[in-house]
């Protein structure tokens, strides 16, 4: 058995729509998917980008603690330069001459004597001493007076207790006393690692060699050798043994100008300084030496970023419990820019196995440094995000787009079949009639009128689906203009009668109505008005079922305040509409797949164009309906008031006259 050409045609039609939608699946998927890659792309290339933002930012602050640690090692070694311990200073001519250096040096901090290369600063010097080892008995403390020029004899000061006797504990030989800022418990690699790193700085070194710091006090000594006996001594010495020479540092100059005006040169900008910094005495009571922010605890210096071990002690080294709660911090990692030490210009004194280094902090004034690359990798995310919303609902709005295109080609598809079966059938008619009329099969009056009233009503019936057409086009554009006058319901429903008696008789239908007395005019246009009544009636006629009953009536109701409004309804006893339809009944082109399915024809185009012309006016369409009972449409269209039915009444007294 053959399938029908309509079969095909649907079984093709079904065919295409399930391709497409397979088609339109794909793109979407496939879209999405690429979505999800710029996404995750996006989201790794950010990341990516805000550590090598905290990398360059924390290189940045390595490089200027960096140069910061020079400037003041230059501090600390002009002190050494200009106060240079010849090779046989104990001789009673070199210490002579040694004290006429020190009071001009004293006195005056540009001495043509003094290094070139070194930046004298006498303030820095707060007191020097001569510590006598090398004699037998009992040693001396000389302090050296620049005023006297003379060096007197001083009891020792609490502060230098452990150091001179440390002094003293390494003054047999020179080389003993060289090594005297070891601790007792030092390993050979521990020595060896620091002789090491003491050879790496090049020529300044070579100035600096003996001089040893003692940062706890602070305080620069400095092995003196014995070439001769003094002058007039009558007591021997051994050669061997050396004196020292304490040079005591002020530590509140370095407090309270060098710190801040090193601070200004390597960490200010336009606005004060960038960052906040504070040089901390890490040890068994830490505390601050300066601070570039006066309300800093000793408890925040674990949020700064980048650490620094002035002196040069190898944090690996390092087992003060201050400097592991430090190093250890939330902020510490594994990089070098977070904690290292400076380069080592002299040795360092140890007095147990736990360093006691002096450590230089930063942290960025904004925040701390991860804070910043989060921020960075924050707000990346953030315009990434927003770029790629942008990019779905671009997506989303292509694919709406597309799918109403796609509806919308579908239901013109619909329509043009739609408006070509209402255009055959009368014309089919009326082809048939006038060819029975030509070939002579119609005789006698009678059937003459019966054929010509068949032309009559298929052109009437072509007329008016050209019309509608029309008018819904002019009406969707905007083109459509009204004449909104008073109009009296009578005259309306007059208006209608006259154009749909002979459809409705030709129907069999029967259309009673229920006028109530004394209504108020309406505001309209009569031509809109009567059209849009007659889409109402014609989709009753329809719908109306097999009881071909349709009910018209017009009532008043009062809406806001003293406002009117005037109802006309049009009843069927159809199957009525579902709920889920009752939404889209006023779309155009729009028809229900049971009517399709029953093959009612129509357009799709009467209740779209009814409710578009009582907007036009100023009214609306409500519908109720009840699946198996029927369905009733109003129009509803407010009343003329007292006031606009005096001007009109004017308007005709004036254009009659």
């Not at 990341?47 to 390595?62: K, Y």
């Amino acid at each position: 058995m053959r399938a029908s050409p309509g079969v095909k045609n649907k079984t093709i039609e079904r065919d295409g729509v399930r391709m497409s939608s397979v088609f339109r699946i794909a793109v979407l998927s496939g879209m999405a998917l690429l979505w999800v890659i710029v996404a995750v792309l996006q989201y790794k290339w950010a990341t990516q980008l805000s550590a090598a933002t905290e990398v360059r930012i924390g290189s940045n602050l390595q490089s200027l603690m960096t140069r910061w640690h020079r400037d003041l090692y230059d501090e600390l070694s002009a002190v050494c330069v200009a106060l240079q311990v010849g090779p046989d200073s104990g001789a009673h001519d070199a210490w002579n001459d040694y004290l006429q250096r020190y009071a001009e040096w004293n006195r005056d901090e540009i001495n043509s004597e003094v290094a070139e290369g070194a930046y004298p600063n006498s303030d820095l010097v707060r007191e020097i001493y001569d510590w006598q080892t090398s004699a037998p008995g009992k040693p001396e403390l000389l302090r050296l007076d620049p005023n006297t020029r003379t060096r007197n004899s001083a009891g020792v000061p609490q502060e230098l207790e452990a150091l001179l006797a440390r002094l003293k504990a390494n003054s047999s030989n020179l080389s003993a006393a060289k090594r005297a800022w070891e601790y007792g418990g030092s390993t050979e690699n521990e020595s060896g690692h620091r002789s090491n790193q003491l050879r790496t700085h090049g020529s300044r070194t070579d100035a600096l060699a003996g001089w040893q710091l003692d940062e706890g006090i602070p305080a620069l000594v400095h092995p003196v050798v014995h070439h001769a006996n003094p002058l007039n001594s009558e007591t021997p010495i051994d050669r061997a043994a050396v004196d020292w020479l304490v040079v005591v540092l002020n530590l509140r100059v370095i407090q309270d100008r060098i710190l801040p005006e090193l601070a200004t040169r390597h960490f200010g900008g336009p606005d004060g300084l960038e960052y906040k910094l504070a040089v901390v005495a890490a040890d068994d009571k830490p505390r601050i030496i300066y601070s570039s922010d006066s309300t800093l605890r000793i408890e925040d210096v674990g949020s700064f970023d980048s650490i620094m071990n002035i002196f040069g002690s190898s944090s690996n080294n390092v087992k003060a419990e201050f400097w592991e709660a430090v190093k250890h911090s939330e902020n510490s990692s594994d990089q070098d820019w977070r904690s290292f030490a400076g380069p080592v210009w002299f040795p360092v004194f140890r007095y147990s196995s736990h360093d006691k280094p002096w450590v230089l902090m930063l942290r960025h004034r904004t925040g701390p440094v991860g804070q910043i690359a989060k921020s960075v990798l924050y707000r990346n995310l953030i315009i990434g995000g927003v770029v790629l919303s942008l990019l779905a609902v671009n997506i989303g709005l292509l694919v709406f787009s597309s799918h109403r295109a796609h509806k919308l080609a579908q239901v013109q598809m619909e329509f043009v079949a739609s408006v070509s079966h209402e255009l055959r059938t009368p014309l089919a008619a009326i082809f048939s009639a006038s060819e029975n009329i030509k070939d002579g099969y119609v005789e006698g009056r009678k059937n003459l009128k019966f054929y010509g009233s068949i032309l009559t009503s298929q052109t009437r019936r072509l007329i008016d689906l050209v019309d509608r057409i029309l008018l819904f086009a002019s009406t969707r554009a905007g083109k459509t203009r009204y004449s909104v006058d008073p109009l009296k319901v009578s005259e309306i429903l007059a208006a209608v009668r006259k154009h749909v008696t002979e459809e409705i008789e030709e129907e069999g239908c029967t259309l009673e109505e229920h006028i109530e007395p004394g209504l108020p005019p309406v505001l309209g246009d009569l031509s809109a008005v009567g059209a849009c009544l007659r889409n109402l009636i014609a989709n009753a006629l329809k719908y109306g079922g097999e009881e071909r009953w349709i009910g018209l009536s017009a009532t008043c109701r009062k809406i806001e305040g003293n406002a009117k409004e005037v109802r006309f309804s049009v009843q069927d006893h159809g199957e009525g509409i579902s709920a889920s339809e009752l939404q889209r009944i006023f779309e155009p082109f729009y028809r229900s797949p049971k009517v399709v399915a029953a093959q009612i024809h129509g357009t799709g185009l009467g209740l779209a164009l009814a409710k578009r012309i009582a907007e036009a006016l100023g009214g609306r369409i409500s519908v109720v309906s009840e699946l198996g009972v029927g369905s009733t449409f109003t129009l509803h269209l407010p009343a003329a008031s007292a006031e606009e039915l005096i001007n009109e009444s004017r308007l005709q007294e004036t254009t009659g006259q």
